[in-house]
């Protein structure tokens, strides 16, 4: 069952114009696959300079983690705030987002983790191309990490 713009607006921190996608269409346990077509809007609060660069699919992709997240979650829990600790083996197939027609298509994997520090795979495509591909690491909280290091110095 599709979960709508009004689900992710009560279930993930970003709010207003800064909730990107328009609706979950599918997730389990490791996947979720949302998707968006505020990449169009001439008021997409990640453009700069008339346009959305396609570095800006990173964003997509992290909000589509904290949805992930939310579903995850503990029912009843409120949203938690996730960082995006680092981003590598970035592919990007496009320069930019807002000359593409169709809607974003994001799709995100856990590839491993724990309670705290989660790695994803994420893929950002539009119409059955790919746009952006890479990996994530997102951190729900930083304080925690903080206290395990101090326990268990590197």
Known sequence: MPLDHAWLLAHIPHQGSMC??????????????????SHRLADNPLRAHDRLGVACGIEYAAQAMAAHGALLAASGSSPGAGYL??????????ARLDDIHADLDIEAERLSGDDNLI???????????????GRATVVLNAEKLKTDQSRNPL
């Open 119 to 133: 790695l994803y795979g994420f893929r950002v495509s539009a119409a059955g191309r790919d746009l952006m591909t």
């Open 20 to 37: 990107l996608l328009d609706v979950v269409t599918d997730w389990d346990d490791q996947h979720i696959r949302c998707t968006a077509s």
């Open 85 to 94: 600790a680092s981003v590598r083996s970035v592919d990007c197939q496009v």
